[in-house]
Structure formats: structure tokens, C-alpha cells
């Protein structure tokens, strides 16, 4: 037995990374999810319309909210498209009768917790507050895991499978092969990330179809815009998992390293906690993930039918990251070849 | 047109890999780089199929598309079918048409793998996966043929079909490189350069590192090493005698490739 420890010890001190990893990481997850995992919502944003602004403003100047926007000239259209655009997820509308609280329905955690600050700072005797939770009335879980579990699930599979790419043709030899082959590094990335598209997109459509079937979440937006933003969030996952390949010796190390890019995908993205309620210090980390653009996307198209024109941020920046990340994963690779010898 | 390498060099962290190594590679020609571990064998090819740069020399070598080459490692999808791994080549080198379905014909006929077309690469013997591998390479009609230890581990009879393809490509044109570490194989090449830790030993024909043997080599019998300058050869022992003067009672031999060899490396050793 003691050969065999002896043997195991001696091969792990060789793999650094992995004792790095067994070690450090297990430290920095815990400081980073500890800071990201947390239900209570406080700083949410509201915007207040109607000749009553003023006053609902002044309501609303607790912990709890943020008003954004103090606007009497607007009516309750203009506060349902800042609600729709993700502007705001409360909107006060003053005017005739008693206020009427309209909610982003899509935002669980931060509903419930105004519903209950809202029947706080209503004044006593004050005509009776109409709530209307918009995009999800029932306050639906599934409704709203449904178009981010999508994103995880290709996530997941996208970035491990593609991860293992040209990793393979390092451990079997054939990527001497390649780099002598009349082929640029483009060409390479292209050509494995190209298969996995189809397969993914193909895969993104079936568990859309068993969620929506399942599940009954609508779908009340343009297909061509979820279209597009499953494109590029599709082309950053893969083309994460063959950035990964290129700076991994073996298949394990890929893997490893596949995990530490999806791991705080699931708590940091906004799937289950709120971006908003992350510490400031671990909520950028949330800004560099395409799985929180990809969220915003699927969420506004699906449930609040979003135009191209309010998701121009998540899937611009979706496309800059396609952009980084396939270029380093090119760059990257270019030196691959020029040292397979 | 000629390619290879002249006055080639190579370091890699503290360790010459390559000193200004000349390795020249004519079309219709086999040229054999003959080495043991860590000769610098694989550097050579390297260099020649342009996966590494030299620290200094020239290298000629034709384009991309025109270089066949097959690592020393498999060199080939084992997921894959025979015919697949061919397709693969013939889009990477864009052959189309008739021109394609001659070129797959050609080789399946030439490598034998006619009857396996669809076996998966995994699934050939060690022989088999080699001659598809050099299959492989040769589909393009490469004017350059790049062929590291494409024989080591393959029995001899997978080994002599492997020269059959290899001696019928240089009869095409084909200007041929081939690293190996079984001297034997140097004897069918037109050009044999011999190294040893990264500095060349010899280069020239076999016959003319034959010729140019410096001294005498004997032959005798006996239990017992008969002195340092001296190698074991089946039952009896060699004698090399560099002024040409073989001790009493030893008589000359005509020497061979392998004597060849090993008389170099005794000279690079006496010459330390």
C-alpha cells in the first residue's frame, strides 16, 4: 500500500495545477459564493409616474428601493415599457383613483420583498393600492428558471465537450498533424466549434420545447432576437471551452479547468441570486459571464417581450465577448501549432 | 528543386538540440536520419516541416500544401474509418472530383487497406495504423514526404510494406525524409545522415559512409571482449582498428551499415 501512496504523492506534486486547485480553490469559492448567495433584495429600482410622483418618490426613499425616475408628465404606458425594457422592476402610477404598484414579475425575490415594504410605507388611509405584477403574475419559480436552466444546461455541456477538443489531438498526436496541414488557426477553431453549434443550437430548441411544454412558461417575444442572443451566447460558451483546450496539457486538466469557468456560472449569474444583491466586490465577476447576458436575453424575450432595441447592451456585449474569446482562443492556439514539434 | 536543411541549429533551453546540421532532400531520393533517443532526430523533421524554427541555418522546404508529413506518435483519427481519415485528408488538401476518388483508390490499394475501409483507425493493428498514417500523407502527391520513426514498433512484415510505400513514393518523385533507429533501414536510402546528440556523425550515400570508415574492422571469436575499440556481433566480436592495423589473429571484414555507426560514435568519443 505504502508504494502505491507513495506513488500517488510523488505523481500529484508533478501536477501543480491540480494541487492549486484542490487547495486554493476550495478557499476562493467559498469567499466568492458566500458573498454572492444572498435572498435579501434591497436597492430596487423604481420609478414613480403621475401627478403623485413627487409624494410616491418621497414613499419610497427607504433601503429597499431606488428611484430611478421621478416623472409626473409620464403616464402608466411609458412605466410599463421602463418595466418591460428592465429599467426598473417597481413602477408607482399616480393619478385618478388610488396608486396602482406595477411589479416585474420576472424578478422574484425583489417582488416579494417590495410587496412587503410597499404595504409598510403606505400611509394610513390612503386610498387603496392596486398592485398588478406584470410578465408572471403567480410569481411562477419555474417560469423564471426555465429560460436561464436553458443557458446553464448548454453551458455546461457546450463548454465541458468542446473543452476536450484540441486537447484530444495534443494527447493523440494529430495536431503535429494539423500544424503542418495547409490549415489556419481560425480555420481549426472554426472547424471544432462548428458541429457543437448545430448540436447546441438543436439541444436549446428541445429543452425550450420540453420547458415550455412542461413548464407552461410563455414565450411572448420575437423568436429572431432569442435567436441571435443564443447565437453569440452559444459562440462564447464553445468558444470558452476551446480556450480552455488550448492552455490544457490533458483531459483533466480541461475538465478542471471547465469547472472552475462553470461553477460560478450557476451562483453568480443571476440565475438564482440576484445580481443585484451580490457584495460589490464579487458582482463584476458577474459582468464577465456570458451565461448573465444570456439570462437577461432569454428572460426579457420570452417572458416580457423585449425588442432588439432594449437588449442592445446583453447582446452587445455578448458579441464583444465572443469576440475576446475566440480571438485569444485563435491566438492561443496559433502558438499551439507553431510548438506542436 | 531540392529542399532540406543547411547548417542547421537548434537550442532548446541549455541543450543543443541540433548543431548545424546539413541534411539535404532530393526529389525521387529516400533520405534516412539515423539516431538513437534523443539524437535529434525529431528536431530535424521538425524543422524540415516547419513546426519549429531554427536558431540558425536555412531550410528549404516547399509549401504547406505540397508536405506530406506523419508524426512519430499515431497519425491518425482512431475514431475515425479508414475512409474517413483519407476524406479528412482529401478536404484538407482540397482534392475533389475524379482527381479525389483516384487518389483514395490509389492509396488503398498501395497501403493494402482496400477490405478496411470501414474499420475505425482504433481498431487496425499497429502496422495497419502506420501504413494509413504514411497513406495519409502520400494522398496529396506531396512533393515533400516527411516520415518520423515511421517503422518503430511494426513487425517486419507491416515494416517492409511500409518501405515498399515509402521507396515507391521517392520512384514518383517524391523527395523523402525518414527518421529511424534501426540502422538496417539506412542501407535503402540514397542519402543516410547520422546523429548523435544533436551533432552529426556522417552524411553522405551508404556506400560512401561505408567507404569512408576510417581504418581496419576485424572479425574474431572468443568469450571475452577483446579490447575497448570493440562490439559485440552475434557470436563474435568486432574489432575496428582506426590506423588501420588489426591486432594478430583478427582478420578483416568487409563492414556494414551498423559497423558503420558504431565506428563513428567511437570516433566522436576518441575525438572528446
Known amino acids: ?93 399616480t393619478g385618478s383613483g388610488g396608486p396602482l404598484v406595477l411589479l416585474d414579475g420576472t424578478q422574484l425575490f425583489a417582488v416579494e420583498t417590495a410587496e412587503t415594504a410597499l404595504a409598510h410605507v403606505a400611509p394610513a388611509g390612503s386610498a387603496a393600492v392596486r398592485v398588478q405584477i406584470l410578465y408572471n403574475p403567480g410569481l411562477t419559480t419555474s417560469w423564471v428558471m426555465v429560460p436561464g436552466l436553458a443557458g446553464l444546461i448548454l453551458v455546461f455541456i457546450g463548454t465541458l465537450i468542446t473543452s476536450l477538443g484540441v486537447v484530444r ?9 494539423l500544424a503542418v496541414m495547409p490549415f489556419r488557426a481560425r480555420d481549426v477553431i472554426a472547424g471544432k466549434i462548428a458541429p457543437y453549434l448545430i448540436v447546441a443550437a438543436v439541444d436549446l430548441v428541445l429543452i425550450l420545447v420540453v420547458g415550455i411544454s412542461l ?22 460558451t464553445l468558444g ?58 432569454s428572460r426579457g424575450v420570452m417572458l416580457k417581450g423585449m425588442p432588439i432595441t432594449a437588449l442592445g447592451q446583453p447582446l452587445g456585449l455578448l458579441a464583444l465577448l465572443a469576440v475576446v474569446v475566440l480571438g485569444l482562443a485563435i491566438v492561443r492556439f496559433r502558438r499551439d501549432l507553431a510548438a506542436a514539434a | 528543386m531540392s529542399w532540406g536543411l543547411e547548417g542547421v541549429s537548434v537550442t532548446r ?31 530535424c523533421l521538425a524543422v524540415l516541416a516547419g513546426l ?70 482504433g481498431q487496425l493493428s499497429g502496422g495497419m495504423q502506420r501504413k494509413l498514417a504514411v497513406g495519409m500523407a502520400l494522398l496529396h502527391a506531396p512533393e515533400l514526404l516527411i516520415l518520423d520513426e515511421p517503422t518503430t514498433g511494426v513487425d517486419p512484415v507491416s515494416r517492409a510494406d511500409l518501405w515498399r510505400l515509402i521507396s515507391r513514393s521517392a520512384a514518383d ?61 552475434g557470436a563474435s566480436w568486432r574489432v575496428w582498428a582506426p590506423a588501420g592495423r588489426l591486432p594478430e589473429g583478427v582478420p578483416p571484414v568487409p563492414p556494414d551499415f551498423d559497423d558503420a555507426v558504431l565506428v563513428a560514435e567511437l570516433s566522436r568519443e576518441q575525438g572528446r
Open chain 1, 169 to 177: 489531438e495534443r494527447q493523440a498526436g494529430t495536431l503535429e498533424q
Open chain 2, 173 to 233: 518523385g517524391t523527395a523523402v525524409m525518414v527518421s529511424t533507429t534501426y540502422v538496417n533501414e539506412a542501407a535503402r536510402a540514397a542519402r543516410v545522415v547520422l546523429l548523435e546528440a544533436g551533432q552529426q556523425l556522417a552524411n553522405g550515400s551508404p556506400d560512401d559512409i561505408l567507404r569512408g570508415i576510417p581504418g581496419a574492422i576485424g572479425s574474431v571469436r572468443g568469450p571475452g571482449r577483446p579490447g575497448p575499440l570493440s562490439w559485440r556481433r
Open chain 1, 240 to 297: 470558452m471551452g476551446v480556450l480552455i483546450s488550448t492552455v490544457s496539457q490533458n483531459q483533466g486538466q480541461a475538465i478542471q479547468l471547465a469547472f472552475m469557468i462553470l461553477l460560478p456560472q450557476v451562483l453568480l449569474s443571476g440565475l438564482i441570486f440576484p445580481v443585484s444583491s451580490m457584495a460589490a466586490g464579487v458582482r463584476w465577476i458577474s459582468y464577465v459571464l456570458p451565461l448573465s447576458y444570456f439570462i437577461q436575453i
Open chain 1, 1 to 93: 500500500m505504502w508504494a502505491m501512496v507513495a506513488k500517488e504523492f510523488r505523481e500529484l506534486r508533478r501536477d501543480r495545477r491540480t494541487v492549486a486547485m484542490m487547495i486554493i480553490l476550495p478557499v476562493v469559492l467559498l469567499v466568492v459564493f458566500g458573498y454572492a448567495a444572498n435572498f435579501k433584495v434591497h436597492d430596487i429600482p423604481a420609478v414613480t409616474v403621475g401627478p403623485g410622483a413627487q409624494r410616491a418618490a418621497a414613499l419610497l426613499r427607504t433601503p429597499t428601493f431606488r428611484v430611478n425616475a421621478i416623472e409626473p408628465g409620464a403616464g402608466e404606458a411609458a412605466a410599463r415599457i421602463r418595466l418591460r425594457d428592465g429599467q426598473d422592476i417597481v413602477a408607482i402610477v
Open chain 2, 52 to 121: 519549429l524554427e531554427p536558431d540558425a541555418g536555412v531550410v528549404r522546404r516547399p509549401a504547406k500544401d505540397r508536405i506530406g508529413y506523419v508524426p512519430a506518435t499515431a497519425g491518425l483519427y482512431t475514431d475515425l474509418t479508414v475512409g474517413e481519415n483519407l476524406a479528412f485528408c482529401a478536404d484538407a488538401y482540397r482534392l475533389a472530383g475524379p482527381e479525389r476518388s483516384r487518389a483514395t483508390e490509389r492509396i488503398l490499394e498501395q497501403t493494402g487497406l482496400a477490405g478496411a475501409r470501414r474499420r475505425l483507425g
Open chain 2, 13 to 43: 533551453g541549455r541543450t543543443v538540440a541540433l548543431a548545424g546540421v546539413t541534411v539535404p532532400v532530393d526529389p525521387s531520393r529516400i533520405t534516412v536520419v539515423v539516431g538513437g533517443d534523443g539524437a535529434g532526430k525529431s528536431t
Open chain 1, 215 to 236: 413548464f407552461h412558461v410563455p414565450f411572448v417575444g420575437n423568436v429572431a432576437v432569442f435567436a441571435l442572443g443564443a447565437a453569440l451566447f452559444l459562440l462564447v
